[in-house]
């Protein structure tokens, strides 16, 4: 075997010309990006709490300066997840419609539920809205963001939440955005192990209905809070 062929970076590189290493990259980062969106529902129903001050405690301590180093260690690690998930799927279908330059003559032969079907405009709707969330409630480019005694390391979460989701052209959009990740999620979470080779007539159903339960849990969690402001149940 020459010396190329066992150099770790030329075979990673390789593994990632291949479909099954993009899927891979794909597979790794959507995982990463989930656990990023659980983890952000879970912060963001402390909104619920008895004592709006919880929230907006709980945004001054991941604002707090000492907290700056693994914050941006955190973004920095979600943004390359990102390009690296977007980049694996555009070369993804730039790949297999290389493969497939005549497109089949009957698109109704091939079985697809409508999540996957949506992928590839879900995902850049998913994509626009995070553009269009980071400008709203962390950059105030949409609506000027409230903080504390003139504070911006300690952002009044609650009020901007509140606020922002008073305008239901900005509500609508977000529980819009929130259903497409629905799907986004569902079918991504469960193909990803058909991707990879795990497929099994007895737990790929099982698999299916795991990744909707979960798909559908973080919509509830996510519209209900538009939901909740626009039906005053959540108010200043
Ligand atoms: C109704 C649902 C949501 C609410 C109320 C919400 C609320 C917030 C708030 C208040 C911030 C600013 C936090 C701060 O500066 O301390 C934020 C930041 C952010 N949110 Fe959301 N969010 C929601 C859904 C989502 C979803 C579904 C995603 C991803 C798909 C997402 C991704 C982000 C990102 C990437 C940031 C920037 C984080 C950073 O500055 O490091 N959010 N969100």
Redesign the pocket.
Known sequence: MSAIAINPIYRAVRFYEAPIGKKVVMAVTGVMLVGY?IG?LLG?LQIYSANPEQINRY?AF??NPASAIP?WAI?GVLLLAVVLHVTASVQLWLQNRAARPIGYVKKDDVPASYAARTMLWSGPI?GA??VF??LH??VGAVLPLEDINGNPNT?N?YE??ILGFQNPWVSGF?ILA?IL?CMHLYHGMWSMFQSVGISHPRYTPKLKTGAAILAILIAIG?CS??IAVMTGLLHL
């Open positions: 969106v952000h963001n945004a991941l604002h914050l973004r998913v809205f995070i969330h980071v409630l962390t952002p979460v901007n939440v977000y929130m990740l996510n809070i538009p």
